[in-house]
Nanobody
Framework: QVQLQESGPGLVKPSQTLSLTCTVSGGSITTNYAFWSWIRQPPGKGLEWIGSIAYFGSTYYSPSFKSRTSIARDTSKNQFTLQLRSVTPEDTAVYYC????????????RGQGTQVTVSS
């Protein structure tokens, strides 16, 4: 059973970089055909797909986030990471990592989520 766990600061100041790590257990992030996504849910809104990294290392980004987002992985630690630059209060949300069967899908196991607040 694959499990995911998000970690990172809960408070980020405006204009700074939000950095989160997803640790995967019970399976490998290099497993064939697995895609690993970051998604978020702002208060009162639906889920937003931010981007993903594939089992072979390629990355995919939502056009809404592409200019200020980087997703990377550390296969030795079975982790993948999110960096979201130049954050504003509108980036306040619960951030999730999830597994999926395609670059923009997150139809598999999902972490419990981590609240990130952008405020000075």
């Amino acid at each position: 059973q694959v499990q995911l766990q998000e970690s990172g600061p809960g408070l980020v100041k405006p204009s700074q970089t939000l950095s989160l790590t997803c640790t995967v257990s019970g399976g490998s992030i290099t497993t064939n055909y697995a895609f690993w996504s970051w998604i978020r849910q702002p208060p009162g809104k639906g889920l937003e797909w931010i981007g993903s990294i594939a089992y072979f290392g390629s990355t995919y980004y939502s056009p809404s986030f592409k200019s200020r987002t980087s997703i990377a992985r550390d296969t030795s630690k079975n982790q993948f990471t999110l960096q979201l630059r130049s954050v504003t209060p509108e980036d306040t949300a619960v951030y999730y990592c999830a597994e999926g069967t395609g670059p923009t899908t997150y139809n598999g196991p999902r972490g419990q989520g981590t609240q990130v607040t952008v405020s000075s």
